[in-house]
């Protein structure tokens, strides 16, 4: 079956700009998260979708977002883009709560 | 909230040998903890997981251990292969919630 698929693998953008990266989960499973990887902080949450409502919130200011569609795709966005918004962002889906994620490659996010 | 930590931050081990990576956990209301591998350019990929009401898992070459008591769990890898290198995290989350705090990561190298 297919796998997360996270689209772009890769992202450059300018300080002060928003962007939008996508998530499409496995065929079934209606949780998606979103996570922040980079070399200093690790693997941070960010936020988890479930049926289309936010269950639940890391600790991430507000120029962080997402939203879930009713075919259980997910996008997120961050805004008002600064340096260290720059890491992998990671989507991962599982079938439900306490249910290991499977996670997509990433979208690579460079911000300069 | 949850305090993951995990160690060693690297381990080298011969082909053949065994690895053991240890992580300890803050809550106590934890009771859920996955163990992801992750190579180079992917997205980490479950490889075990455990449950409170249990003390060992074993899965071929992979094991996993949970001490309650103490608060910390371990990923046992038998008779390491090269293609066991990669990063390895653990996690831990608690019951009703699909949000996960994962160890800094244990960089894996198994030398041939």
């Known amino acids: 079956k297919a796998g997360v698929t996270q689209t772009p693998r890769y992202l450059i953008k300018t300080r002060g700009q928003q962007v939008t990266l996508s998530c499409s989960p496995i065929?079934?499973?209606?949780?998606v998260s979103w996570y922040q990887q980079t070399p200093g902080q690790g693997l941070q949450f960010l936020f988890e979708y479930f049926s289309e409502t936010q269950r639940n919130k890391g600790n991430f200011p507000g120029r962080f977002s997402g939203r879930q569609f009713s075919n259980s795709r997910s996008e997120m966005n961050v805004s008002t883009l600064e340096l260290g918004d720059s890491a992998l962002y990671l989507c991962?889906?599982?079938?439900?709560?306490?249910?290991?994620?499977?996670f997509g490659s990433g979208t690579r996010l460079t911000v300069v | 909230g949850e305090n993951v930590e995990q160690h060693p931050s690297t381990l080298s081990v011969q082909e053949g040998d065994s690895a053991v990576i240890k992580c300890t956990y803050s809550d106590s209301a934890s009771n859920y903890f996955p163990w992801y591998k992750q190579e180079l350019g992917k997205g980490p990929q479950l490889i075990i997981d455990?449950?409170?009401?249990?003390g060992e898992k074993k899965d071929q070459r992979i094991a996993v251990t949970l001490n309650k008591t103490a608060k910390h769990f371990s990923l046992h890898i038998t008779e390491t292969q090269p293609e066991d290198s990669a990063v390895y995290f653990c996690a831990a989350s608690r019951a009703n919630f699909n949000k996960f705090y994962f160890g800094s990561g244990t960089k894996l190298n198994v030398k041939p």
């Open positions: 455990i449950r409170s009401n249990v």
């Open positions: 991962a889906s599982s079938v439900g709560q306490q249910y290991g994620y499977t």
């Open positions: 065929s079934g499973h209606r949780s």
